[in-house]
């Protein structure tokens, strides 16, 4: 019922919210277009809401509506076939979508380094990821973290056959943990932690894939080669309008979860949101850059991440970052205490 509710609800609210501060004549002047987040709306998706209500993405000519996602996979393959303008989705996912033939590309990374994690209860006495060996972990098979699970297991000497996964739907991996069905489960180190400990009131504690070898881009922005083609000049705007609003939402996150709590009504509860938005800050930027607005990323990791994918993931025949990303729509910035800014376009 939870799903079946949710996207008409969200999608009237939104127009509603729209319609409600736009003036009808000035409305009809917008370019409507179609946003497919990589999940149900929680934490990491505040900014998109906030930036709806205070106006960012009308300033910029756009009427934007934004979509539920199934998961990373299938929102590229919805903006791969046209479903939808623009989507939010992890980036090795991208990457794996592209190596298969769907004609999209990233136009910007928001989350910079990995958050994926390994989570459980502290006191099941797991320190290190070797302590995960004959562990049970909870996962969906096909979403983002599942993919990269081998990745961060041979980086540090385990295979998949060292633990025992347990198939959950998305939904279910809070539970099977909570019940006791698994010792662990993988998931976005912002994402179920606030929730699980809202619900059991006990503390998690976690593996960081970043803390222990395995780091990468993650969740970003991707849209269609062709719009990229043909309207380069809403890619621009959209791109604009996102990295403003995931900057005013870091600034005032109390007021930005505040805005998404009311607006959706089937997010997670507004204290949850904040905390949920709150970690996810801390994956904004990576070394190269730091004080940089969000969203603009450096070929340079781009390269580390395809050189990641490429030892730990078997992604054969990487290429270039330039076959996934497209740096050009990065809007020029000065960067904080007068550094250099590196090259934002990918590297042939």
Same mark, same amino acid.
């Given at each position: 019922?939870?799903? /079946? ?44 809401? +906030?930036?709806?209500?205070?106006? +960012? +993405? ?16 299938? =929102? ?18 991208? $990457? ?17 380094? /990995? ?12 320190? =290190? ?40 739907? @998305? ?6 943990? $909570? ?23 006990? &503390? ?18 991707? =849209? ?7 309207? @380069? ?63 603009? /990323?450096?070929? &340079? ?15 054969? /025949?990487?290429?270039? @970052? ?12 000065? @960067? ?13």
């Amino acid at each position: 019922m939870r799903h /079946n509710r949710f996207f008409p609800l969200t999608v009237v609210l939104i127009l509603v919210l729209m319609l409600g501060a736009i003036p009808a004549t000035a409305q009809d002047d917008l370019e409507l277009a179609i946003l497919i987040l990589n999940w149900l709306p929680y934490g990491e998706h505040v900014p998109f809401y +906030y930036g709806l209500e205070q106006g +960012y +993405y009308a300033e910029e000519g756009i009427n934007l509506i934004v979509q539920p996602g199934g998961g990373s996979g299938r =929102t590229i393959q919805a903006v791969g076939s046209g479903q939808g303008d623009f989507g939010y989705a992890d980036t090795p996912a991208v $990457i794996r979508g592209i190596g298969e033939g769907i004609p999209v590309r990233s136009i910007g990374v928001l989350l910079q380094r /990995n958050p994926s994690a390994v989570q459980f209860f502290c006191d099941e006495g797991i320190e =290190t990821p070797q302590d995960l060996r004959g562990r049970s972990i909870a996962v969906t098979p096909g979403d983002a973290v599942y993919q990269t699970l081998p990745a961060f297991l041979t980086a540090n000497g385990l295979t998949v056959d060292d633990v025992e996964l347990v198939n959950v739907d @998305p939904a279910g991996k809070i539970a099977a943990l $909570i019940e006791g069905r698994a010792d662990t489960l993988i998931g976005f180190a912002h994402d179920q932690a606030p929730t699980i400990e809202k619900l059991s009131g006990q &503390e998690v504690c976690m593996l960081r894939y970043p803390d222990f070898g395995v780091d990468f881009l993650s969740s970003g922005l991707l =849209t269609h080669t062709d719009t990229i083609t043909n309207k @380069p000049e809403l890619v621009a705007a959209f791109l604009r309008a996102t990295i403003r609003s995931w900057e005013e939402a870091a600034a005032n996150p109390e007021e930005a979860a505040a805005v998404m709590s009311e607006q959706v009504l089937e997010a997670p509860a507004e204290d949850v949101l904040l905390h949920q938005w709150q970690l996810a800050t801390e994956f904004l930027h990576s070394e190269a850059t730091e004080g940089w607005p969000p969203g603009i /990323n450096a070929g &340079e990791d781009w390269q580390a991440t395809l050189d990641i994918l490429a030892e730990y993931a078997g992604l054969a /025949n990487p290429g270039a @970052p330039s076959d996934y990303w497209d740096g050009s729509f990065a809007p020029e910035f000065e @960067p904080e205490m007068g550094g250099e800014v590196p090259a934002t376009e990918a590297a042939e």
